[in-house]
């Protein structure tokens, strides 16, 4: 299954140069090991995506939630990068 989902600036450049691989997501989807995730970056400042994304494959699921009161419940997920494009050009690909 893949998951579109945004993901902010600050997140996005850390995933894309493979220093963060440990992603926490609203519970409220059904992510499964070898699951792709689509996470496309919004800028907030001017609410539009840019042209940033990245695919990356869900390689653990940590059991359970972390419930973070009225935000909700999170699932912690560990992502390996497949590939990270960018508005110039592709920058990785594992």
Same mark, same amino acid.
């Given at each position: 299954?893949?998951?579109?989902?945004?993901?902010?600036?600050?997140?996005?450049?850390?995933?894309?140069?493979?220093?963060?691989?440990?992603?926490?997501?609203?519970?409220?989807?059904?992510?499964?090991?070898?699951?792709?995730?689509?996470?496309?970056?919004?800028?907030?400042?001017?609410?539009?995506?840019?042209?940033?994304? &990245?695919?990356?494959? %869900?390689? =653990?699921?940590?059991?359970? +939630? !972390? *419930?973070?009161?009225?935000?909700?419940?999170?699932?912690?997920?560990? &992502?390996?990068?497949? %590939?990270? =494009?960018?508005?110039?050009? +592709? !920058? *990785?690909?594992?």
């Amino acid at each position: 299954m893949i998951h579109e989902l945004k993901i902010l600036p600050v997140s996005f450049f850390p995933i894309s140069l493979n220093s963060k691989s440990i992603e926490l997501k609203k519970g409220s989807r059904n992510y499964s090991i070898n699951d792709y995730l689509h996470l496309k970056e919004f800028d907030q400042e001017n609410n539009r995506y840019t042209e940033n994304e &990245i695919i990356a494959r %869900i390689v =653990y699921v940590r059991p359970g +939630v !972390i *419930n973070y009161g009225s935000k909700g419940n999170f699932i912690v997920l560990t &992502i390996s990068v497949i %590939i990270t =494009y960018t508005v110039d050009q +592709v !920058i *990785n690909m594992n």
